[in-house]
């Protein structure tokens, strides 16, 4: 029997691992997606956060580029998307509590 290549990713994760993987994939992904939504609309035009605006900005588009991607390669293991999700659970984690923080007044001042 020859070996074949699967389609692309999402048929990759469906194929190996069921439609429950298929779907925490796909799930991932839109968590990351609204994580750095999240992150770039909390952090537009506010004073000394421009870089977390514009990473958020980057990871979205590596994020397309990887969702584009995976039509036509098949590297839904790929370990180098976990670290995208990754930064992008961070830099809303960091953004979102830092700016919150800054929000709340000081009590008993």
């Known amino acids: 029997m020859t070996p074949r290549a699967v389609h692309n990713s999402y048929l990759e994760a469906f ?3 069921g439609a429950l993987a298929l779907a925490c994939h796909l ?3 839109l968590a990351a997606a609204l994580d750095l939504r999240r ?3 909390a952090t537009a035009g506010v004073a000394g956060w421009r870089w977390a605006h514009d990473l958020a ?3 979205q588009a590596s994020l397309l580029a990887y ?3 995976s039509f036509f390669i098949s590297f839904a293991f ?3 998307w976990w670290y995208l999700a990754a930064l992008a659970t961070a830099l809303r984690v ?3 509590g830092a700016l919150a923080a800054a929000a709340i007044p000081a009590r008993g001042r």
Request: net charge neutral.
């Open 78 to 80: 790929y370990d180098g």
């Open 15 to 17: 194929a190996e691992a």
């Open 27 to 29: 799930l991932m992904i």
């Open 57 to 59: 900005g980057m990871l």
């Open 67 to 69: 969702c584009v991607g």
């Open 94 to 96: 960091h953004a979102c």
């Open 39 to 41: 992150a770039r609309r």
